[in-house]
């Protein structure tokens, strides 16, 4: 870290106990170190003076720094890993003291690249990007500040209700339902919908496939008391669950998808001896049918 005035003494100091181990790098690769003198930005930097390749390291510059540049060179930026021959350049114009590029291997690219194509990490940098572009436009910055500020803190607590186990504001607060004498919460559907054969698929569509929500009776409570159950739709039937009973169904729900699964998975593999037939043939055999009733039916009819 470069420094200003009032950390320049321990600049100094730090320096110091890193200038013999810079000294044998710079020893190593041929150059001559320098730590008086100016750099144009107060960074390290290597110089031709008097002929010579020289490592300028101006009293403000961080000894420790370039030392771990120096340390870097062959070695990926992220991982500090050996290059190989899949390693590319960090980004153009970031360089070492010496000129060459900053590096970075193949598997430390592929892991950057998958976090910024993260689409939470993609959403995060648009809307950061819209805030700034919200204050340049602002005439009051502090009004934008207050309003972004009051945003932030709605939408905040609106995700934390939609992830405090799932459910939103609607579906985990009870509201009161007068046929029932009693409350209940907003379903909560799969978004799959029912598969009922004997239902039309867009009949099906209005139908989720699995519902569930939070139900209290407490009507003339002091007389029939309160209860509290979970109604679970599954397509056009409902079962009136205790909690303990719904816990049951949870488990039981949870362990039949392995069985499900597997009973696919037979099917997959018979699926592949599947074919369709040949008309023709369905046509011959459909007459023939017809054929063998037509004489049944004249052999009853004329032993009657
Ligand atoms: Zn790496």
Redesign the pocket.
Known sequence: MSTSTPAAQDQRDENAAYLPELTRECEQRGLALQTVGATPDGLAKIQVIVGRRTLVVPPTADLAETLDDFRLIGK??????ELDDT?TPYHPGYNHIEGSPLM??????D?QAKIANDPNRLAFSKCMNAVEAVFQASENPAMTRKALREFVDMEASKAGAATAGGLTAEQSAFAADIPLGGWMTAPVESALRDIDDSYTAAENEHMPFLAAKAVITDYRSQAYGRRTEVWLDYGRTTGTLTPAKARDVLAAMAGFCAQFEAVIELAEHEAASDFEGDPEIAAADREAEDRSIRATTEARRAAA
């Open positions: 990926c930026l992220a991982c500090r890993n390693a970075v291997c193949q598997p430390c690219r892991q």
